[in-house]
């Protein structure tokens, strides 16, 4: 079954660490996305990427770094320049941004102790 | 950018009853899609909708362009249906991102 793919689930960070978050698709879509979802709270956008080897920075890009090399695999670094990580986040993709849908995975929800 | 604005934020069902929920957006849209976030943090993508009608089972959404809203029906709700409903648009000119409304929670009591 084709589908995205995030890991871990849950991942604690202790402060001043970087974190890389893991989001692989199978879908063979051109676009990938990263969203940070705060309690209670809509869905914000980190970064975004529409072609492998390029990324654009979305509202809330401070504190994270992305990478797109390949086309399935879209990993994002929380970086200790990140004040407040804890967070539940979300990868998508989709096949174009306009004409198509967007599918979500499961999350992985961070926690600094 | 374009807002989003959801209501209710907070809805309390008892099963089988019926409702609406609502999405305004300030501008033209290229994109509108449904969401159900499950209680597991899973976004369930349930409608692509930028206008006309469509339904799936008990759920329904329509979305009217020109007036910039969309609505979407929930029939006969079950406590399976409990979670937060999101809209999130794509804007016309060039825009490449989507953007999220704060949602509906909804709660549907056996």
């Known amino acids: 079954d084709g589908g995205i793919t995030q890991s871990p689930k849950y991942l604690f960070r202790k402060e001043g660490q970087n974190v890389t978050l893991s989001c692989e698709q199978n879908l063979n879509h051109d676009a990938m996305y990263w969203y940070r979802q705060d309690p209670g709270q809509g869905l914000r956008l980190i970064y975004y990427?529409?072609?492998?080897?390029?990324?654009q920075k979305g509202d809330i890009a401070e504190g994270y770094s992305v990478s797109r090399e390949k086309k399935e695999s879209f990993p994002l670094t929380v970086t200790s320049a990140q004040k407040n990580p804890t967070a539940f986040y979300l990868c998508?993709?989709?096949?174009?941004?306009?004409?198509?849908?967007?599918?979500f995975g499961s999350g992985t929800r961070l926690t600094v102790v | 950018g374009i807002q989003v604005e959801q209501s209710p934020p907070d809805l309390i069902l008892q099963e089988g009853a019926n409702s609406t929920l609502r999405c305004n957006f300030s501008d033209s849209v290229n994109n509108l899609q449904w969401f159900h976030q499950n209680p597991w943090g899973q976004l369930i993508n349930l409608f692509y909708i930028p206008s006309g009608t469509k339904q799936n089972g008990r759920l329904s959404a329509t979305t009217v362009a020109t007036e910039r809203y969309s609505l979407l029906y929930i029939s006969s709700s079950q406590t399976t249906d409990s979670g937060v409903y999101f809209c999130a648009v794509l804007g016309q000119g060039g825009s490449e991102k989507l953007v999220f409304g704060k949602g509906t929670k909804l709660t549907v009591n056996p």
């Open positions: 990427s529409q072609i492998v080897n390029d990324f």
């Open positions: 998508a993709s989709s096949a174009q941004t306009v004409l198509y849908g967007y599918t």
